[in-house]
């Protein structure tokens, strides 16, 4: 059996894969468990036009594939196409057990492994994610300057994408399939008061029409008291039920989670967890921002600090 790794990373999004860029430069040679989905959330958008250095915009997979192409040529290596299952965190060197079965060790573990948007799990959805179905009005809200469109949610969250669609679209529709909001007192008073923002309430999505060559062209919606179906036409719908943090691994383990069930930092100093040698990155415990540029700069902050405990530890022989 091979001897342990200087770093392990989960995840290959943005935090991720800037970490092993960090951690390859400082010649710790970085092993990359790509997950089963490689790229993360950038890896299913389309053009984004909000990441640093890109003034006529990347389109999300470019950026992903380019900043492991930079990371591979410092070092980087990557398992593609692998969940990791098991951590055992219990002792140093740290033991990452893989869904085939391969294991690894590690002197210091990244979990970078990210969050995923909620779907509704209607028709339509998936096929058209980036091509008018969105999860992000920060990312793609800029899109939709002058048109009508929707948001389907009732929380804090759908309050704050509708309203800060309103600075770019003439008319945006909240869809929220109960009679009240669920969003807290002063996000329910913006957004009920806003002259730009509609609610059709007990109101649900059945499903997403168009396809990707012409893009969205409608969300079909039904009103769950009386039945009825109709076609809302909009060229955007965003979608804001929540988000899922990619945590299943670190159930029952020493790393804090919240009540979320994201990664908490050992007394909020990123990228710190309450594991000594295990360090956080990105959307894994980052709920407020949830940005490309932000998941990167948690990632270099974890290989910054992963090398220096690293080198710490080297110093006093532990």
Known sequence: MEGPRNVIILGSGCAGLTAAIYAARA?????VIEGLEFGGQLYTTT????YPGFPEGIMGPELIDRMKMQAARFGAEFVSHQN???LDLARRPFEITLGNGDSYH??????????SPKQLGVEGEMELRGYGVSTCATCDGAFFRDQEIAVVGGGDTAMEEALFLTRFASK?????RREELRASKIMQERALAHDKIEFLWNTEVVRFEGDPKSGLKAVRIVNNKTGEESALPVHGCFVAIGHDPNTEILTGSPIRLDEQG???PADRHLPFTAVEGVFVAGDVHDHHYRQAVTAAG???AAAIDAERWLEAQDATGR
């Open 84 to 86: 990791a299952t098991r």
């Open 27 to 31: 010649n710790l040679a970085p092993l």
């Open 106 to 115: 590690a002197k210091a573990l990244i979990v970078a492994t990210g969050a």
């Open 262 to 264: 994201y990664v908490s």
């Open 47 to 50: 053009d984004v036009e909000n």
């Open 172 to 176: 945006v529709s909240v869809l929220h």
């Open 298 to 300: 948690h990632g270099c």
